[in-house]
């Protein structure tokens, strides 16, 4: 029988292996979420950072820049409030991001709440709540069971159900 996810080492266990269901759960989460690719990968990319899960920003960054993101971006990303890379949507949704990834500093507080509704749509803002959220378990899951950064290659999870 042939594996719906491509195998990446994990020093622990292959949770695709014990846990097919609700993996495959968490997959159609993330499928399901309707947000630009763009925005979608910065949030990725920086809520890994925040909780530093060496394979998802592996995968991710690759991502980006498969999407054309910029290099210059991306190196620049952890510094977003200095930079004059991002506009005022991307900066809406990474300041969100940031709280939801870091709610046990304060919560989500009201000035990013509202930063975020007046720069995203409702449908955005909901879409960046939700990808912020997916990607905050995805971390927790990686780095729990320690999956192995650097095997990722774009493209490779496309033919999962």
Same mark, same amino acid.
């Given at each position: 029988?042939?594996?719906?996810?491509? &195998?990446?080492?994990?020093?622990?266990? *292959?949770?695709?292996?014990?846990?097919?269901?609700?993996?495959?759960?968490?997959?159609?989460?993330?499928? &399901?979420?309707?947000?630009?690719?763009?925005?979608?990968?910065?949030?990725? $990319?920086?809520? &890994? *950072?925040?909780?530093?899960?060496?394979?998802?920003?592996?995968?991710?960054?690759?991502?980006?820049?498969?999407?054309?993101? &910029?290099?210059?971006?991306?190196?620049?990303?952890?510094?977003?409030?200095?930079?004059?890379?991002?506009?005022?949507?991307?900066?809406?949704?990474?300041?969100?991001?940031?709280?939801?990834?870091? $709610?046990?500093?304060?919560?989500?507080?009201?000035?990013?709440?509202?930063?975020?509704?007046?720069?995203?749509?409702?449908?955005?803002?909901?879409?960046?709540?939700? *990808?912020?959220?997916?990607?905050?378990?995805?971390?927790?899951?990686?780095?729990?069971?320690?999956?192995?950064?650097?095997?990722?290659? $774009?493209?490779?999870?496309?033919? $999962?159900?």
């Amino acid at each position: 029988m042939s594996r719906p996810f491509p &195998s990446i080492p994990a020093d622990r266990i *292959q949770i695709d292996e014990v846990s097919l269901k609700p993996m495959t759960a968490m997959y159609h989460l993330e499928r &399901s979420i309707e947000l630009d690719t763009t925005l979608a990968n910065l949030v990725k $990319v920086r809520a &890994s *950072q925040i909780n530093g899960c060496a394979v998802c920003i592996d995968m991710h960054w690759k991502d980006a820049r498969a999407a054309g993101e &910029s290099e210059e971006r991306l190196y620049s990303l952890d510094a977003w409030r200095e930079s004059p890379l991002f506009g005022e949507r991307e900066r809406a949704a990474l300041g969100l991001t940031e709280a939801i990834t870091r $709610v046990t500093d304060g919560h989500v507080p009201d000035e990013v709440w509202d930063e975020a509704r007046a720069n995203l749509s409702e449908s955005e803002l909901a879409n960046v709540v939700f *990808q912020a959220t997916a990607i905050n378990a995805w971390n927790r899951l990686m780095i729990t069971f320690r999956v192995e950064p650097g095997h990722y290659r $774009v493209g490779m999870l496309e033919a $999962v159900a």
